[in-house]
């Protein structure tokens, strides 16, 4: 009868009888994100960070960890992280977290939605960690609660994400900006002042953290510039208990069961395509078992399901995750399949019996985790690996992430594991079915193999021989020799790696990921964490608009000025297909405009960093109307407008193009940037473009005019001349957020701006539709 229901209880007592307190370090920190971009002040935020010692660190208002760990000395190529993906709703909001990953290993992850505000879903994100020099186990939960809501049901929900998946001996840290201070109903659910079972152990206003029961030897809370919270800090020494309680059980010992898992898809990996058992040697037709995969018909064990133990996986544990249902609950065909999988001497599902490991439905997160799981997406199949994994710790089996095994006969399904710290092979690579899009006679023994392997492998793909990149298994020499850099693409993948390790000062695995970025379809495979998910495709709009770009093309990226991204630079022009593009930093606007295959002509007389490209299959160049004109400058280097008129389906247009100077040198006065709005408008009147369409593009630096009593460059465009904003860059995709936008006047319409990731710059490419009257 309970209208909020009934709150979540915590495994037995865990504030009073968690395992030993750790020797840590904990950090929670809020990043303020977007100010710390727009006012570009990413060099004091890795300062601030830099200066703290922690082994753990959960974060807020953090959009990019990886980012953050790539740029920190103290983490760099020593941290591992967990970011959530896929929330519904508006809006990501991840909470990340990183550990040393030199001290601990991953036992399991995931996250659960707590509730929401105006800026979309809030989660409490957690991992479960494997402290290898003792043995100990810490559950690191970290959270970003919503504004405008402090209720009990909240706090329900941050004690759920606990609750559902912590285990007994774990050593609990809670970190997170809850947006709720001590005494608010919600964080009276968690603190034990209040009745909860959590300790509050260090209170930074809204910023805690929150132990099981331990107390902290120390905590701190310091100035966060540039972010607008404190860094809030706890430190606890390694302790017997966390209380005088009985002691709990010992934590899993990896000498006293197998710490591999060998995870297996169904159909066409333990199973082979219905009716072909007499074409496929060593495969068996099961008489009387249904299998409802595909066509149907009679289940057909694969050869591997035959002989799991002839391969060092008849020395793991096992599990399943299938994109089907294996004929679906209470099945003939899911009662074979689990015996094959767990007939002695296997070591099975940590020796459960079938009727006490029930198949679940994707997605296999909490308390219903297990290791049989169907219904999985194609290509997301490594989400269902943390819950297994949680699954097994909870029956005393911990399995470090690297010494999980999946094998699918899907190239999709087996590339999702890149960057994941798993390992996956594609397998029935001899005998495909589906047109080759999946196999026919199933798994062998012999693909499997006898010993264990490293990364992600496809078919057709040997395994790296131990070159650049070998870490990541898709990385082969033939992708590593392909043709991706270059003007007449001379250079290859692997020439482009070594370049970036010699002259840029990276890392192997950051320079790995960096080139397997900036040519996707060719390198992308080299990258250890995967590809960032595809841009949304372009919005529509009238027939007639036209698309527009702002692109600050990073100016070490010439040839001139450090390294060659011009190709890179040139094929995100060309893939968008903008009908006009203002550059910011271009040093070779010829050499930019013929890495678009040609598409794409400069407007004579446009320069100074800020060129202008048209494609004249779109718009026609007004002959005699470009130019440009100096501005008051930086110390960086001479600031311009450029300029152009152009026309389209029969009417006219105008479009500026500008970078603005930072507030140093003679642009050091906060008025520069007001002062440079009135030049620009003074200017469209000389040019008689006042009451015409016009477009202005820029990298704004806005920061530069805060604090103005003149305004900024957008204010003064907005009330002087009628102009709209239409988008303003936010980093969603890449590149530096809050700088770079794209304004229209008003006697057109501008509307659908979007990023559209970087092309290898540090500034996202930006674009929007104009419709012209």
């Given amino acids: 009868c309970a209208p909020e229901g009934i709150p979540p209880s915590l495994p037995p007592s865990p504030a009073g009888t968690g395992g030993a307190v750790v020797a840590l370090e904990v950090v929670t920190y809020n990043l303020y994100w977007w ?133 007994p001996d774990d050593f609990l840290v809670y970190t997170g900006d809850f947006n709720c201070g001590a005494g608010s109903a919600a964080i009276n659910v968690l603190d034990g002042a209040a009745g909860g079972p959590l300790k509050l152990v260090a209170n930074g206003g809204i910023d805690m953290i929150f132990t099981n029961g331990a107390d902290a030897a120390s905590w701190r809370s310091v100035n966060g510039y540039p972010s607008d919270h404190p860094l809030v800090a706890a430190t606890f020494e390694a302790s017997a208990s966390a209380s005088p309680s009985p002691s709990p059980p010992p934590s899993p010992s990896p000498s006293s069961s197998p710490s591999c898992l060998c995870i297996f898809d169904v159909d066409r990996t333990l199973t082979a395509r219905q009716g072909y058992a007499p074409q496929c040697p060593g495969t068996q037709q099961q008489d009387g078992v249904p299998d409802s995969a595909y066509e149907g018909g009679t289940l057909v064990l694969s050869q591997l399901a035959l002989n799991l133990g002839a391969t060092f996986c008849g020395a793991c544990h096992v599990g399943v995750i299938s994109a089907g249902t294996a004929s679906g609950a209470g099945s003939a065909e899911r009662g074979v399949l689990f015996q094959r999988l767990t007939a002695p001497p296997l070591p ?45 710790f909870a029956r005393g089996v911990a399995i470090a992430d690297a010494e999980v095994y999946f094998f699918d006969d899907k190239e999709e399904n087996v590339r999702g594991f890149a960057g994941t710290g798993y390992n996956a092979r594609e397998i029935s690579c001899a005998s495909r079915d589906g047109g080759g899009s999946r196999g026919g006679c199933g798994a062998t023994t ?104 702002s692109y600050n093309t990073k100016y070490d990226g010439y040839p001139c000025c450090g390294s060659d991204l011009v190709p890179s630079y040139g094929a995100h022009i060309r893939d968008l297909g903008p009908a006009i593009v203002g550059l910011q930093e271009c040093q070779d606007a010829n050499y930019l405009a013929g890495q678009t295959g040609g598409r794409y002509q400069v407007v004579p007389d446009t320069g100074g960093g800020n060129n202008i490209l048209y494609d004249p299959s779109q718009v026609a160049f007004v002959a005699g109307s470009s130019g440009r004109m100096d501005i008051t400058s930086d110390t960086y280097a001479q600031r311009t407008i450029s300029w152009a008129k152009f026309s389209s389906g029969g009417s006219e247009f105008w479009f500026f193009n500008t970078h603005l100077p930072h507030n140093l040198g003679a642009a050091a006065s906060t008025a520069t940037h007001s002062q440079i709005a009135r030049a620009l408008l003074g200017k469209m009147d000389e040019l008689g473009a006042r009451g015409s369409p016009t477009v202005v593009t820029c990298d704004c630096n806005p920061f530069a005019s805060n604090g103005s009593p003149e305004g900024s460059f957008q204010s003064n465009l907005e009330s002087r001349g009628g102009f709209t904003t239409v988008h303003v860059g936010t980093g969603q995709f890449g590149g530096f957020g809050g700088l770079d936008k794209i304004y229209v006047s008003e006697e057109a319409t501008g509307f659908n701006g979007r990023d559209t990731g970087t092309g290898s710059s ?12």
């Avoid at 890795?46 to 922690?54: K, P």
């Avoid at 040393?100 to 479960?128: E, I, K, N, P």
């Avoid at 198949?359 to 296999?364: Q, T, V």
């Fill in 35 to 167: 100010n710390v971009g727009q006012n570009n002040r990413w060099g004091a935020l890795y300062a601030t960070i830099e200066g703290q010692a922690f082994d753990l660190i959960g974060f807020q208002e953090c959009e990019d960890v990886s980012t953050v760990i790539s740029n920190v000395p103290r983490m760099s190529g020593r941290f591992d992280s967990f970011a959530p993906t896929g929330i519904p709703g508006p809006g990501d909001n991840p909470a990340p977290v990183a550990w040393d990953g030199q001290r601990f290993d991953r036992l399991g992850a995931g996250w659960l939605q707590v509730g929401s505000d105006q800026y979309g879903q809030r989660v409490t994100v957690w991992v479960r960690l494997l402290d290898r020099t003792t043995g100990a186990t810490v559950f690191f939960a970290n959270t970003h609660g919503p504004l405008g809501d402090c209720s009990t049901a909240l706090g329900d929900n941050w004690m759920r994400a606990v609750a559902d998946n912590i285990a």
């Fill in 348 to 392: 099975g599902v940590a020796g459960a019996s079938e009727g006490n490991v029930p198949w679940k439905s994707f997605p296999n997160d909490g308390a219903s985790a297990s290791p049989l799981v169907v219904a999985a997406p194609e290509g997301r199949k490594q989400e269902a690996v943390p819950g297994m994994l949680s699954w097994y």
């Fill in 446 to 549: 012999d693909e499997v193999g006898a010993g264990p392997f490293s990364g992600v492998e496809v078919c057709g793909e040997a395994p790296p021989p131990g070159g650049l990149c070998s870490f990541v298994g898709s990385c082969t020499e033939a992708v590593l020799a392909t043709p991706a850099v270059g003007p007449d693409s001379s250079a290859s993948c692997g020439g482009r790696i070594q370049w970036v390790m010699d002259n840029m000062g990276k890392s192997e695995a950051d320079a790995c990921q960096q080139v397997g970025e900036e040519f996707p379809p060719l390198c992308g495979p080299c990258a250890p964490e995967g590809i960032p998910p595809s841009l949304p495709p372009s919005p529509s709009g009238p027939a007639g608009a036209l698309s527009i770009m």
């Fill in 762 to 773: 540090d500034h996202p490419a930006i674009t929007a539709q104009l419709a012209l009257p």
